[in-house]
């Protein structure tokens, strides 16, 4: 086999393994999204700021909750924690509606468990709220006050990071009812279809580049290398090893969000432990673009210590949940992550494929059809436009901006 065909067939072999995995869990990518959009189509983000203007327990409580109902990708969630800074909240409840609105949301939880099993799921929110803990408990430590006198200073300037435009519209119904009465109103609709497709544009990129780089992976490094490397056959050096490594795997694949859980599979299958697995998800929030916004939004100090303090809450929450499940024998053994080796056939995720792509097509043409589309172009929009635009009618109902 000369060099140009062997190229090509490593290729081919990446392509169609990051091509299966997309396809097995596309229909849970559409359901998560779409359950999502219709959260933040009925529960308004309004006067958010102000709940958080401590870093009380109750605050951060609220934090989470609202974070978690407010699903961002990694990006967008980074700058509406700026922006809900600059507003008035407290660095810890910022920080901590960051991590919710991108760890514990519901299309991932629902993607974990198609992909990893329900386990990974239930740890998924389970380690969530004890890394806020951590993250917390950290900043009282190490955030001190000039620190974030200095971050707070910074973030006024406004610099540009990146999603401001996305992270500063609040598309919520603004009408008054019920749940059902404002999601089955023209305006839930419309508002639902645009969460769901501003959503999926905003992480899109993050999935097709997190199921190459998993695709690569799984054709490319052979399984018994990587549990050399991970230690697999140590189970106490593995154990102590996983979550401490996790996320640096995470920090140099450039991928956030969702887009992560192809690679964590290939991961599992290749011997990194279950705490490890754990602190490699949570480690989208740390990746090395993020950090240099990081740096541009609150300056190299508190760049610094949130990236530590994250770091540290990462690895200790994977301790801490692979020791619990393990005491509570739910720890998972076997490794073999149904998403690396579904392949393409005609089964229930075929079906269910075509029944959710006609939904993401409704959603689309609604989307398209109440003049939407121009919002498009204004994800990636000023940081300062939230403090400068009034709310505006737009495609039958308010949103602010």
Wanted: net charge neutral; with cysteine.
């Amino acid at each position: 086999m000369d060099v140009v065909t062997f190229l090509l067939t490593a290729i081919g072999d990446a392509l169609a393994k990051a091509a299966s995995m997309g396809w097995q869990i596309l229909w849970p990518l559409i359901l998560g999204f779409t359950l999502s959009a219709v959260i933040q189509a009925v529960v308004r983000r309004e006067r958010v700021a102000g709940m958080l203007s401590s870093a009380s327990p109750r605050a951060l409580a609220v934090a989470t909750g609202l974070g978690a109902a407010a699903s961002s990708c990694s990006y967008a969630a980074v700058a509406l924690a700026r922006a809900l800074f600059r507003k008035g909240a407290s660095f810890s409840s910022a920080m901590t509606f960051e991590i919710a609105s991108t760890n514990l949301v519901l299309e991932l939880g629902i993607i974990l468990a198609i992909s990893l099993g329900w386990r990974f799921t239930l740890a998924e929110f389970i380690a969530g709220p004890l890394m806020i803990v951590f993250v917390a408990l950290g900043f009282r430590l190490w955030m001190r006050r000039r620190i974030v006198d200095a971050a707070r200073e910074q973030a006024e300037r406004g610099v540009p990071g990146s999603m401001e435009g996305h992270a500063g519209m609040d598309m919520s119904v603004q009408r008054e009812g019920g749940f059902l009465a404002r999601l089955l109103s023209r305006d839930g609709i419309v508002s639902t279809s645009q969460y769901f497709v501003m959503d999926w544009a905003a992480v899109l990129r993050d999935i097709v580049i997190g199921l190459l780089i998993a695709g690569a992976f799984d054709a490319w490094v052979p399984r018994e290398w990587l549990r050399t490397v991970f230690l697999t056959n140590d189970p106490a050096a593995a154990f102590v090893l996983g979550p401490l490594i996790g996320p640096l795997i995470a920090v140099v694949s450039f991928v956030c969000s969702v887009g992560n859980v192809p690679l964590a599979a290939v991961l599992w299958n290749g011997g990194i432990s279950f705490g490890g697995v754990m602190s490699f998800l949570f480690a989208d929030l740390i990746i090395l673009p993020i950090l240099l916004i990081y740096r541009r939004y609150y300056g190299t100090r508190a760049m610094l210590v949130i990236t530590g303090t994250f770091y540290l809450a990462m690895a200790l929450a994977g301790y801490v949940i692979e020791l619990l499940f393990g005491a509570l024998h739910l720890a998972p053994t076997e490794r073999n992550a149904q998403v690396l080796d579904g392949g393409i056939t005609w089964n229930y995720t075929t079906w269910l494929n075509i029944v959710f792509l006609v939904l993401a097509a409704v959603l689309l043409v609604v989307f398209v059809r109440s003049g939407s589309w121009p919002m498009l172009r204004m994800m990636g929009g000023s940081p300062d436009a939230g403090h400068e635009q009034e709310p505006h009618e737009h495609a039958g109902h308010e949103h602010h901006h």
